[in-house]
């Protein structure tokens, strides 16, 4: 059905029909925004929610990160990081596909109304106009008959008074003729207003009206068709991301079935073993008549079940230990909370892991101490082919100094490997059989361990008993507890993100391919988080998830003025 025909009275009708129509659009179009607010917002408190349940480093959940269950858990915080991200295209695609386009749609729809609508005023005043001009020439053609009527009667009376004079007879007679002319004009001229506003009226009915309100109908049905487009986007916005988002949950039920309870087991066994044999049988110590009375702690008691008394050259016994691990000399640096040099408190196996983590750290700084040195190098080389930019024999202290660092840590690395050599060399294996567990120790250790007689006879009660001291396994205890490697097992702290103190531009490129270091290329422009502490490095970041350490040399740093005056 067609507006013009059917509705050719309903301008005004149409008129506010139109409007609602753009009003739809528009509300359609913001329920859209926000439903991208929703989704961004939504997209940021998932990535938030992963971010902190993420292992801090440096702490107890790094390191729980060796056993399955943790690691999977791990896996699932990244796949929820990913799917956070489809969130992310949801409000993205929505915003592009639908709120830009339909807000142009609007735009160019608010336009093409006020056309059409102009047009149909148009019309509607011409016709209007043209009526008025036919209503005029109506009244004009009546007032100018009734005119010629009135001058036609007097001009009668006049005749017929015989007192009149012929010349105001002839008078009235010339005057009644011009009215009826005059009426005669009008009445042509009456008909010819009204030919033409038939026809201007035929026009407008027929012809101009019907068109302009075909071209709204077109309009309309084209903005509902759009909108019709638009909740199809909508949909299909959501389906293009559920592949991903199904590809994300797949991972989430991958990592669930990769957790092996076994491997846990087996890992715990690994991560606390000592590499110690469980204790031999209690020897019967005999205290009958003509037995030495002597009292001392049996060598195989509970409470000496990690120490083995251990004959001394001179004939006397060393005080048993409650753990195995701590010599005599150390008693003192433990209760202070810090432990020898080569971990020789610590027990074989775990003595073996620390010792290997250290050669793993001093070798990376190593490698560093090395980046260091090829970027002064490079460096040099930059100044000997380019003097104005630097004196090449200023960097000339600088390497000497690297070279020296580096020849320190490599005599620490080797200084550990021999203790590492060690350790290995003595760790009992399966097949031997089952020994005191002090006895290993002590073997090893023999002069370090070895308590004087003197001390011995000190415990010695008046009657000639032996008095064990009370406190030393509190002591031992509270050591133990107060050491390092405690402190950082139970270290959960969140590493805080370092404050901007400037920016930077790379005057070079470089490239970071070591742990730590960061690619830049020349002309980047970067924030500045830590300065040059005098090692020729400065850390910089580049967004919230990529930063690291650059040569001091290969940018050009401005500092902000509250961090050039701390």
């Excluded at 007032?143 to 010629?148: G, L, S, V, Y």
């Excluded at 590493?495 to 960061?518: D, M, Q, R, W």
């Amino acid at each position: 059905m067609s507006w013009g025909s059917e509705l050719w009275d309903q301008f005004d009708n149409l008129e506010k029909h139109t409007q609602s129509g753009i009003e739809f659009v528009e509300r359609y179009s913001k329920f859209v925004k926000e439903r991208s607010e929703i989704e961004i917002s939504y997209a940021k408190q998932i990535r938030n929610l992963s971010k902190k349940y993420q292992p801090k480093k440096n702490s107890r959940e790094d390191e729980e990160n060796k056993y399955t269950s943790c690691r999977a858990f791990l896996s699932t915080l990244n796949e929820l990081n990913d799917y956070a991200g489809q969130h992310e295209v949801i409000a993205e695609n929505l915003t592009s596909q639908i709120i830009t386009e339909l807000s142009r749609y609007l735009t160019e729809l608010k336009a093409e109304r006020k056309s059409h609508f102009h047009d149909g005023r148009k019309a509607q005043q011409q016709i209007e106009s043209s009526w008025k001009q036919l209503e005029s020439s109506k009244r004009r053609f009546e007032r100018d008959c009734k005119e010629a009527d009135r001058a036609q009667q007097y001009f009668e009376r006049m005749d017929a008074d015989i007192n009149v004079t012929k010349a105001d007879v002839e008078k009235a007679r010339q005057q009644a003729q011009m009215r009826h002319q005059i009426a005669a004009d009008s009445k042509t001229e009456y008909s010819n207003y009204l030919t033409k506003f038939n026809q201007e009226q035929n026009e407008h009915y027929y012809t101009l009206i019907p068109n302009i309100f075909q071209k709204l109908q077109e309009m309309e049905e084209r903005r509902i068709e759009r909108v019709g487009v638009s909740m199809k986007t909508y949909a299909e916005v959501d389906r293009e991301v559920l592949p991903i988002v199904g590809k994300c949950l797949d991972g989430m039920t991958k990592a669930a079935e990769s957790i092996e309870p076994k491997t846990d087991s087996k890992q715990v066994v690994e991560s606390y073993k000592s590499g110690f044999e469980p204790p031999g049988d209690v020897e019967f110590e005999d205290y009958g008549p003509g037995q030495t009375m002597k009292r001392t702690v049996s060598e195989t008691s509970l409470s000496n079940s990690r120490g083995e008394a251990k004959e001394r050259p001179g004939g006397g016994k060393s005080k048993g230990k409650l753990w195995p691990f701590i010599k005599n000399k150390n008693k003192l640096s433990l209760k202070l909370g810090s432990g020898p040099e080569d971990f020789s408190h610590l027990p074989p196996e775990q003595r073996r892991k620390k010792l290997q983590a250290k050669i793993d750290d001093i070798n990376k700084d190593i490698q560093k101490e090395m980046d260091q040195k090829d970027a002064l190098t490079k460096m040099k080389g930059v100044y000997e082919k380019n003097p104005q930019m630097g004196d090449p024999a200023s960097v000339d202290p600088r390497l000497v100094e690297m070279s020296m660092n580096i020849e320190k840590l490599q005599s620490e690395v080797q200084k550990f490997e021999g203790w590492l050599a060690e350790v290995e060399g003595r760790l009992p294996s399966r097949s031997d059989p089952p020994r005191r567990q002090s006895g290993l120790y002590e073997s090893q250790h023999s002069n370090s361990t070895m308590v004087d007689n003197n001390c011995a006879q000190d415990r010695e009660s008046p009657d000639g008993s032996y008095t064990e001291e009370q406190s030393s396994e509190t002591q031992v205890k509270v050591a133990i507890a107060n050491t390092p490697e405690f402190d950082d097992e139970f270290d959960d702290g969140d590493e805080e993100t370092l404050p901007t103190i400037g920016t930077c531009k790379a005057v070079y490129s470089f490239e970071g391919h070591n742990e730590g270091t960061i690619s830049v290329t020349e002309g980047e422009l970067l924030f500045v988080i830590e300065q040059d502490k005098g090692d020729g490095w400065t850390r910089v970041r580049r967004n919230e998830e990529e930063e690291g350490y650059v040569p001091t040399s290969y940018v050009e740093v401005f500092l902000e003025t509250n961090a050039k005056d701390s």
